[in-house]
Nanobody, 130 residues
């Protein structure tokens, strides 16, 4: 059984920073890909969960255009934690942020597609005010 637990969400002012953490626990799991997704207020439909950042087992990263240069995904492999460092936050970054994992390689087209991931956390709320 694999579990993902996010933390680090908070209410901040525009321009400030936050670091989200995702702790991965479980056995019999070969982590291939990790991703951070977000769901905007009023859009509880899982289908509109937007891919934000990707980290492959080879260390490759990929970002949504809207966060490039501001967000950084990184691992602490010793602690089984994946971080999302978010700088220069904007009000439009306000959302519930979810950590996701996949135990098989993913095609380039599926990197930020929520349908590619089979393990999910419960989310952590980020609110950015202007």
């Amino acid at each position: 059984q694999v579990q993902l637990v996010e933390s680090g969400g908070d209410s901040v002012q525009a321009g400030e920073s936050l670091r989200l953490s995702c702790v991965v626990t479980g056995t019999g799991y070969s982590r291939q890909c990790m991703g951070w997704f977000r769901q905007f207020p009023g859009k509880e439909n899982e289908g509109v969960r937007e891919g934000v950042a990707y980290l492959g087992s080879d260390g490759r990263t990929y970002y949504h255009e809207s966060v490039k240069g501001r967000f950084t995904i990184s691992p602490d492999n010793a602690k089984n934690i994946v971080y999302l460092q978010m700088n220069s936050l904007k009000p439009e970054d306000s959302a519930m942020y979810y950590c996701a994992a996949r135990d098989a390689p993913v095609s380039r087209g599926g990197i930020l597609d929520r349908r590619s991931y089979n393990y999910w956390g419960q989310g952590t709320q980020v609110t950015v005010s202007s």
